[in-house]
DNA sequence: CATTCTGCAAGC
DNA sequence: GCTTGCAGA
């Protein structure tokens, strides 16, 4: 498939938390805002900032303090702190109705971060070139840049000579798309966002921030190398680290057009042949990374540093603080499970200590049983222990914890706790962290189910979603001359679902997000080309003689979407799960101190 | 003394 | 399978 065939948006929030803090409190409207977390040490923090607190010079990293010098006036809203450390949940709400909102638009939808997504919008843009082109209009993409084109000229190219300019008027009917979609947002959420419209996801990524906020941009795959002279290096996703900055140091170069002087074969000298291949492709605005369709997240975690004095020196703080994130897991576990179907089978302890001026960090991947606080917290103190005393102990210095978990792929999670803090006396500075991870596993307790419809055998968690589908299939037999095939893509999320599959983890396998009417649709397995296609529409793979019925089922979805806008809260997810077993023992030097207090201790 | 997250891949 | 490091918001 040609490298100019898809349509990838990629939407990102505009200043986001500040949004969120502007929408909780109207008053903050139009004034200089930044919100900070902890305001104890030099005015806390900061970690988003808005437009009007930007022009004045604020950016993230600063103090609260110096934002304050900067502009005297800028409202400085605090992040809730819960447990004695930043508690997130606010955010993580306001971005996952976002995602419900766009999840209206394409099941081929993959969350990137609390705040983004990126949109394969290939087939919707396609299906809409054959009947609405005349939309491709200036009044429809009052918010669209078009890089190295005035807009007006780019729509009429696309429009009088379609064919020839065929990538492009489906970026443009991408655009009008992405326009329809930040529109819903703002009025599903009061958000405000900005788009990128390219044929791949490093390309959107790379434009959306040309133009924010409130505004989206095409990239057509000729103004690239133009927009490349501009472009350091570092800009682009992959490349801001210290990757980057090898590339720029050895290669004496800076801006991104420099990377075409050099042959594939010469970068996958210089590197390795997956990252020169991916580095040549790039240079030339090729990027042939799927989106893959991901709503939540594969795990959860939690943490909090120690920094310099205040390192945990005692094991009753520690054990306090591992209580504490212990605590905050456990109930975003146990949401996690009502929402999602899943649960956790595994939670990674982790910490680091500063011994000597130097980080050391250490974690270990724990067997779960048991959401309950104290379970949670007794496993990762018992592991902490059995860490810290099989260390060297010798020179005492300091060290801190932290704690996370994290979810795991398709069909497990994990989470993880993380804290930071430093145990021992002496050194000033010192900071730990642990870290708690875990896997999940999906229920199996279903009990089957006869549907008196079609007389196919469901699970019972599947029911209410699978009579659904008849209903809404039903209604489009009805009324399918009001609706085209493939006007809008468009879907909602289908009712939770048990189900178990095996342990995919690792396996490229898309079934592992699916909403249990597809999975009911997909309920066949060896689906291969010769008996298959891949729907257009979400890109599973169906029988031949499935992919009418399944073409009216997402027609369905679309239509029932608009007869029900409730759309029902859940995902589904999951599944099994794996694992147990734990890890093995390293050696850590000075440990000093809190080994002494824990050894004490217990 | 930026902090609190999340995802991915390499290397063992 | 597990730990670690990198990259990003
Ligand atoms: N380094 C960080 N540490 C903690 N939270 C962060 C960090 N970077 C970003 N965030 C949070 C706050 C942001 O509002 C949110 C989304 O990040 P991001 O999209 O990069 O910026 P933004 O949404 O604040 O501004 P922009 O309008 O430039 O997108 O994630
Ligand atoms: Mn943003
Ligand atoms: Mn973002």
Redesign the pocket.
């Known amino acids: 498939m040609s490298y100019k065939e898809r349509v990838v948006v990629l939407v ?1 929030m505009d200043c ?1 938390y500040c949004q969120v803090e502007e929408q909780l409190d109207p008053s903050l409207n139009g004034k200089p805002i930044a919100v900070v ?2 305001n104890t ?1 030099r005015g806390g ?3 988003a900032v808005n437009y009007p607190a930007r022009e004045r010079g604020v950016t ?2 600063m ?1 609260g303090d110096e934002a304050k010098e900067k502009c005297p006036d800028i409202i400085l809203a605090r992040v809730p702190e819960v447990r004695g ?4 949940t606010k955010y ?1 709400e306001a971005g996952k109705r976002v995602a419900e909102v766009l999840q209206k638009f394409t099941p081929i939808l993959e ?6 997504a990126y949109l394969d919008i290939t087939e919707a843009a396609k299906a809409r070139i054959l009947r609405d082109c005349n939309q491709l209009q200036v009044e429809n993409l009052k918010n669209t840049f078009v890089v190295g084109y005035d807009i007006q000229d780019f729509l009429h190219n696309v429009t009088n000579n379609a064919e020839y300019f065929e990538d492009n008027c489906r970026l443009a009917m991408g655009a009008l798309i992405a326009e329809e979609i930040r529109a819903e947002v703002f009025a599903k959420t009061g958000y405000k966002c900005s788009a990128g419209i390219a044929h791949n996801k490093i390309l959107a ?1 790379l434009v959306c921030g040309l133009h924010k906020p409130n505004k989206q941009t095409i990239l057509p795959h000729e103004s690239v190398p133009a927009l490349y002279e501009e472009i350091p290096i ?1 800009k ?9 900055s090898t590339l720029t140091d050895q290669l004496k170069i800076s801006k991104m057009s420099e990377l075409i002087k050099f042959t594939e074969k010469e970068l996958v000298k210089l590197f ?1 042949e ?1 990252t020169g291949k991916w580095l040549y492709n790039i240079a030339r605005g090729i990027d042939y990374e799927q989106v ?1 369709p ?1 709503l ?10 120690f ?4 390192a945990l020196t005692s094991a009753e703080s520690v054990e306090h603080w591992v209580n504490e ?1 212990t605590s ?1 897991i456990s109930e975003r576990m146990e949401k996690d499970a009502q929402e999602n179907n899943r649960r956790a089978k ?1 939670i ?1 302890l ?1 910490f680091t200590q500063t011994v000597n001026e130097r980080d050391v ?5 724990l067997p779960l049983n048991s959401y309950e606080q104290h379970r949670i917290a007794h496993i990762c103190l018992e592991a902490l222990k059995k860490i810290l005393s099989q260390a060297r102990c010798s020179s005492p210095v300091e060290r801190n914890f ?1 704690t ?1 978990k ?2 795991e ?1 398709s069909e497990c999670s ?5 804290s ?1 803090e430093p145990a021992t006396t002496l050194i000033p ?1 010192s ?1 730990e962290e642990l870290n708690v ?1 875990d ?1 999940w596993e999906q229920n199996n307790l279903d009990s089957l189910k006869t549907c008196p419809d079609c007389k196919k055998t469901i699970l019972q968690s599947e029911f209410e979603s699978h009579i659904d589908y008849h209903y809404a299939l039903n209604i489009v037999k009805e009324e399918a001359h009001l609706y085209k095939r493939k006007s809008i893509e468009s879907n909602t999320m289908t009712r939770a679902s048990g189900e178990s599959s095996n ?1 995919l ?2 396996t490229k396998r898309k079934c592992g997000d699916m909403k249990s009417i597809e999975k009911f649709l997909c309920s066949d397995n060896e689906l291969n080309e010769g008996n298959s296609e891949l729907c257009p529409e979400c890109n599973k793979r169906i029988k031949f003689e499935d992919i009418i019925s399944h073409m009216d089922y997402h027609t369905a979805k679309k239509l029932h979407l608009e007869i029900n806008q409730q759309p029902s809260a859940s995902s589904i997810s999951d599944k099994t799960s ?7 023992k ?1 050696d850590v030097k000075n440990m000093g101190s809190i080994v002494s207090f824990l050894n004490n201790k217990r």
């Open positions: 990102d986001f977390q902890y040490w923090g900061i970690i993230r990293h103090r450390k930043a508690d997130l993580r969350r990137a971060s609390v705040d983004e990524k570092k682009v996703s992959g490349l801001g680290g210290k990757f980057g390795d997956k893959t991901r939540i997240s594969k795990s959860i975690g939690c943490c909090k540093k920094p310099g004095k205040s994130l905050e595994q990674v982790h960090s250490n974690s270990r991947t932290n996370s994290n979810l792929e994990d989470e993880s706790i993380k930071n500075n900071s991870l896997e342990h983890r690792n794996i694992k147990s077993k734990n890890k093995r390293k």
